[in-house]
């Protein structure tokens, strides 16, 4: 099983940027592909974005398509969302999820404890 801790959330006005980390350890972090997913008061949880094991491959949620980017460094065990032009929409608290199918969200099942973004008008 992997442990997933997420960092870099924090309180950022609109039109603003955030960089969210998350390190993985314990099995082999290639072993996975890596999501992020938020969930907003009173909302259920939602997929952002996905990104496949060897990186050449991503897929996002169209909210924040051209607005977000997924990366992550195989070297240091860990995914990054990249998070430009936010809205104040995009509050939430953002989850970072190993999972095995990059496409498919359902397929995602390890969390971490989540990161609050919060983003004031």
């Known amino acids: 099983q992997v442990q997933l801790v997420e960092s870099g959330g924090g309180l950022v006005q609109a039109g603003g940027s955030l960089r969210l980390s998350c390190a993985a350890s314990?099995?082999?972090?290639?072993?996975?592909?890596m999501g992020w997913f938020r969930q907003a008061p009173g909302k259920e949880r939602e997929f952002v974005a996905a990104?496949?094991?060897?990186?050449?491959?991503?897929n996002y949620a169209d909210p924040v398509k051209g607005r977000f980017t997924i990366s992550r460094d195989n070297a240091k065990n860990t995914v990054y969302l990249q998070m430009n032009s936010l809205k104040p929409e995009d509050t939430a608290v953002y989850y970072c999820?190993?999972?095995?199918?990059?496409?498919?969200?359902?397929?995602?099942?390890?969390w971490g404890q989540g990161t609050q973004v919060t983003v004031s008008s």
């Open positions: 999820a190993a999972g095995s199918v990059y496409y498919e969200p359902s397929s995602f099942d390890t």
């Open positions: 314990g099995r082999t972090f290639t072993s996975y592909d």
């Open positions: 990104i496949r094991w060897s990186a050449r491959r991503t």
